[in-house]
């Protein structure tokens, strides 16, 4: 079983930026960012193959937030610009070793491994 520990989370004011950090044991095929406000549903927003480097985002945060990969230190990042008050939930990465594709595309039953997850809150 894999082992995912998120952090980087915090608080930050509309606007700004933060970025998250996923510390792996090791990197699955495809590596994913979810989040999860309180009452929702837990949505994936960003998805990375591993082996190509390709990225899939989801609509809610296409041309704000950027996953990238660190294969020499097990470690997948999200770096989160111009963040809104919604995008204040749980961020949770998880990991599958089957093929990639976009978060529209694989849910969260489709992904194997799980953080704990790191709170982000954005205040206007």
């Known amino acids: 079983q894999v082992r995912l520990v998120e952090s980087g989370g915090g608080s930050v004011q509309a606007g700004g930026s933060l970025r998250l950090s996923c510390a792996a044991s090791a990197l699955g095929n495809c590596m994913g960012w979810f989040r999860q406000a309180p009452g929702e549903e837990r949505r994936g927003i960003a998805n990375?193959?591993?082996?190509?480097?390709?990225?899939f985002y989801a609509g809610s945060v296409k041309g704000r937030f950027t996953i990238s990969q660190d294969n020499a230190n097990n470690t997948i990042y999200l770096q989160m610009n111009n963040l809104k008050p919604k995008d204040t939930a749980m961020y949770y990465c998880?990991?599958?070793?089957?093929?990639?594709?976009?978060?529209?595309?694989?849910?969260?039953?489709?992904?194997?491994?799980w953080g704990q997850g790191t709170q982000v809150t954005v205040t206007s």
């Open positions: 990375i193959w591993t082996t190509t480097g390709d990225a």
């Open positions: 998880a990991s599958r070793w089957s093929a990639c594709a976009g978060p529209e595309v694989i849910g969260s039953n489709g992904f194997d491994g």
